[in-house]
C-alpha cells in the first residue's frame, strides 16, 4: 500500500476562511491616511441600508465607516478580543487582612479596557450628538449604528456599557435645561456627566450602568425596594468635612443617599450610573457616580506630588459576586448592595418610570441592533469558509444545497437588518427632523414627515424589533455555527478569535432576555394598542396602515403579488385584534408580533428593492414575503431551480455571473 497516513504536521489541512471588510466605501481618497483597501464589501444588506438612508453627500462618513469595518479586522486589536474574551473578570472583595476592599475590587483585562478607548475614540456612542455642521444633513443615528454594526462584534461586549452610555446621554439631554430646584449644583454635575458620556477622548470619556432588575421583579420594576431618602444639610455637612463630598472627579455629591440591592447590574466597571429608587412619592430616576473621594481635604493639599490622582473609593457600592453567565463572560455583570450611596434626582420625583422609559427606548434598539451585527458576522463566516471548504471533491460554495439554505438564511438576515435599521433612521427623524436627514435621501418617502407619527410608529414598533430580530438573530447564529460544522461548535480563540461563531453565538443568546423578554415586548405592544389617547384610539387603523399603504403605493408593481400579500396580513392584524379584550391580546401577543414585523420588514424591504433596483433585491423581497405567507409553497417559486440556485448563490455570496446577469434583464 503506497498511502501515507496523516500527522500532526501532514496530510490535509483545511485552508483558513480570510474575512474580507463588512463595508467599502467608494468615496475613500488614498492619497489621504485613509487605507488604500478597496475590496468589495462583504455584507451586502448594509451598503444599501446606508444608500436608502443617507444623502448622496455622504463622504464623511462613508469613509469613516470604510476605516472601522478595517480596524475591526486588525489583528493587534483582535488580540484585544481574544485577551478579553479568555481573561474574564475578577472580583477581589477582600484586602489581604480581611477588609472589605472599597478601592479597587474588580478587576478587568487590559484588553477589555482597550476596546472600550478604542470606541470612544471612533465615536461609536459621541457621533449621535455631534454639533459639527457636516453632520447637519445625516442621519446620526444611521451613522452611529451603522459604526456599531461594524465594531460590537470585535469590540467583545462593549457595546452593551456603550449602549447604556447612549441611553443614559439621552435621557440626561432632556434635563440639562433643567433648573436647579433644590438640588444645588444638579445642572453643573449634569453638564459634565453629559460631556464625558459623548466624549471621544479615552481618558475624559464616561460609560454608564443602568441599575434596575431586582430579586424580586425582573422587568417588573413596581417591587423596587432600594429606597432614597434627602440628606439633611447637618448630614451633606458631616460627609464633606470628612471628605467625602465630592466624586471622583471633583463634582459635588448628590444630596439623596440610596439604600438597596440590585440583583443584575451589567458594565459595573463603568464611572456612572442610572437607577430606579422609592422615594416617598414613588419610584424615581437617579444620577449616580460609581466613585467618590475620600480622606480629609486638609491632608491631600500637604500630599508633595500635586499631580497625584486624589485617592477615591466606590461610592456607598459593594460588589457583592459576579453574575457566571452562558455568554457576554468578557462583561462584568454583578449583584451590588448600596448603602449610602451619594446621588441626584433626575427629572420629578415619583415619574422614574417615564424618565427611564428614555433609556430603555435607545437599550432596546441597541438589543436589534446587536443580533443584527452578530448574525452579520455569522454570516461572513459562513461566505469565507464555503468559498474554501471542499466537500466530496467540490467547494461548499458550488453546493445547490448548500446554497439554497445559506440563501434563505440571508434573506432572513436582510429583512432582520432592514427592520432594525427602519428603526434607526425613525430615532434619528425624532431626534433631528425629517427635512434634515430624509429629504434629499431615497428614504424621503419611507420615513414619515410628521414627527408625531414618527413617535407613534416607534413606539409601536420598537419592542416587536427587540423581540423578533434578537428570537431569528439566534436562529440564525445557530445555523451558522452548522454550517462550519464541528469547527462552528468549538471556542475558537485562535486567529483573532475571527471564526468562534460559538461565542457570538452565546453572547447573543441573552438577547431575548436583556430588556425585557419577548413575552414583555408583547405586553409592551398591547399597552399601545389599548391605549385610546395613542393615534386617536387606535394605532394599527389611523397610523401604521396609513404610512403602510402610501409606501407601498410607492413600490414596483413588478412586486405586485408580494405587495398584495402584505396587505393582507395588514387585513389579518386588523382582524386579530379588533373587538378583542386586553387579556385576549395578551394571550395572542406572540401572534401580534408576527404579524408585525412580516408588514413592516416586508414594506421596508419591497421600497427598499424600488427605490434601489436589482433582481437580488426583488428577489430577495420576494422571498421573505413569501416565506411569510400563509398561502406560500415552494410551487410558487417562478425561477427553474438551476436558476434559482444562481440567484441564491449571488444572495448568500454576494457575487454574480452571466446567467444571473442576464436574469437582471429579464
Not at 453567565?325 to 462584568?332: C, E, I, Q, V
Amino acid at each position: 500500500m503506497s498511502a501515507t497516513p496523516s500527522s500532526s504536521t501532514a496530510g490535509f489541512f483545511q485552508a483558513l476562511p480570510a474575512l474580507p471588510p463588512q463595508y467599502t466605501s467608494s468615496d475613500v481618497n488614498s492619497t489621504t491616511n485613509q487605507t488604500s483597501d478597496t475590496s468589495p464589501a462583504d455584507d451586502k444588506v448594509l451598503a444599501r441600508i446606508l444608500d436608502l438612508y443617507l444623502p448622496s453627500k455622504k463622504a464623511t462618513v462613508t469613509s469613516h465607516l470604510h476605516r472601522v469595518a478595517r480596524v475591526a479586522l486588525d489583528p493587534r486589536v483582535l488580540a484585544h478580543a481574544t485577551d478579553a474574551e479568555t481573561n474574564h473578570p475578577v472580583l477581589r472583595s477582600l484586602t489581604t487582612f480581611g477588609q472589605e476592599n472599597r478601592n479597587d475590587p474588580l478587576w478587568t483585562t487590559s484588553g477589555w479596557q482597550r476596546l472600550k478607548e478604542i470606541g470612544y475614540a471612533e465615536g461609536v456612542v459621541a457621533v449621535a450628538y455631534s454639533q459639527s455642521p457636516e453632520l447637519a444633513h445625516i442621519n446620526k443615528r444611521v451613522y452611529e449604528f451603522g459604526l456599531g454594526h461594524l465594531w460590537y462584534v470585535t469590540g467583545t461586549m462593549t457595546g452593551c456599557p456603550m449602549s447604556m452610555t447612549d441611553g443614559a446621554a439621552t435621557l440626561l439631554s432632556k434635563h440639562l435645561r433643567d433648573a436647579d430646584g433644590d438640588q444645588p449644583g444638579r445642572v453643573r454635575v449634569c453638564e459634565e456627566a453629559y460631556r464625558r458620556l459623548t466624549s471621544r477622548d479615552p481618558k475624559y470619556a464616561w460609560t454608564s450602568g443602568q441599575w434596575m432588575t431586582e430579586r424580586s421583579g425582573g422587568s417588573d420594576v413596581s417591587g423596587t425596594e432600594t429606597l432614597a431618602t434627602r440628606l439633611t444639610a447637618a448630614q451633606i455637612a458631616r460627609d464633606e468635612e470628612e471628605g467625602r463630598g465630592e466624586d471622583a472627579v471633583g463634582m459635588p455629591l448628590g444630596p439623596w443617599k440610596i439604600d438597596g440591592f440590585k440583583w443584575f447590574s451589567s458594565a459595573t466597571d463603568s464611572e456612572m450610573a442610572v437607577l430606579l429608587a422609592r422615594t416617598e412619592n414613588g419610584l424615581s430616576a437617579f444620577y449616580m457616580p460609581m466613585r467618590r473621594r475620600k480622606g480629609n481635604r486638609l491632608a491631600a493639599a500637604n500630599i508633595v506630588n500635586l499631580e497625584a490622582p486624589p485617592e477615591t473609593e466606590l461610592n456607598g457600592v459593594r460588589i457583592q459576586r459576579l453574575k457566571n453567565k452562558l455568554g457576554t463572560k468578557s462583561l462584568p455583570t454583578a449583584e451590588l448592595e448600596l448603602r449610602g450611596a451619594r446621588a441626584w434626582l433626575i427629572g420629578t420625583e415619583g415619574r422614574g418610570v417615564a424618565e427611564i422609559a428614555a433609556v430603555l427606548n435607545i437599550t432596546r434598539l441597541y438589543t436589534a441592533a446587536g443580533s443584527v451585527g452578530n448574525w452579520s458576522r455569522g454570516l461572513a463566516i459562513c461566505r469565507a469558509y464555503s468559498q474554501v471548504r471542499k466537500v466530496r471533491g467540490g467547494l461548499l460554495q458550488d453546493n445547490p444545497a448548500h446554497l439554497r439554505w445559506m440563501a434563505e438564511e440571508t434573506v432572513k438576515y436582510h429583512a432582520a437588518a432592514h427592520f432594525t435599521f427602519f428603526g434607526v433612521a425613525l430615532q434619528g427623524a425624532l431626534e433631528q427632523s425629517h427635512g434634515a436627514v430624509a429629504v434629499n435621501t431615497k428614504a424621503a418617502d419611507l420615513v414619515p414627515s410628521d414627527k408625531t407619527e414618527i413617535a407613534l410608529l416607534l413606539r409601536l414598533l420598537l419592542p416587536v424589533m427587540k423581540a423578533q430580530v434578537s428570537v431569528a438573530s439566534v436562529g440564525g447564529l445557530r445555523q451558522c455555527m452548522e454550517c462550519l460544522g464541528g469547527v462552528g461548535y468549538c471556542e475558537n480563540n485562535e486567529d483573532g478569535g475571527l471564526l468562534n461563531v460559538a461565542k457570538i453565538y452565546r453572547d447573543n443568546l441573552v438577547n431575548p432576555i436583556w430588556e425585557g423578554t419577548v413575552s414583555v415586548m408583547a405586553e409592551d405592544v398591547v399597552r399601545v394598542l389599548t391605549d385610546k389617547r395613542l393615534g386617536d384610539g387606535d394605532v394599527i387603523s389611523n397610523i401604521l396602515a396609513p404610512w403602510l399603504q402610501r409606501v407601498l403605493a410607492s413600490c414596483n408593481s413588478v412586486l405586485k403579488d408580494e405587495i398584495s400579500v402584505v396587505r393582507g396580513r395588514l387585513e389579518g392584524l386588523k382582524n386579530l385584534i379588533h373587538g378583542k379584550s386586553k387579556h385576549e391580546l395578551l394571550y395572542r401577543g406572540r401572534e401580534v408580533l408576527d404579524h408585525l414585523e412580516v408588514v413592516v420588514s416586508g414594506t421596508v424591504l419591497l421600497y427598499d428593492a424600488t427605490v434601489n433596483p436589482s433582481f437580488v433585491a426583488q428577489d430577495i423581497a420576494r422571498r421573505w414575503v413569501q416565506l411569510k405567507s400563509s398561502n406560500s409553497s415552494e410551487s410558487e417559486r417562478l425561477l427553474p431551480w438551476k436558476d434559482a440556485v444562481r440567484v441564491d448563490k449571488s444572495i448568500f455570496l454576494g457575487t454574480s455571473d452571466v446567467a444571473t446577469e442576464r436574469l437582471e434583464k429579464l
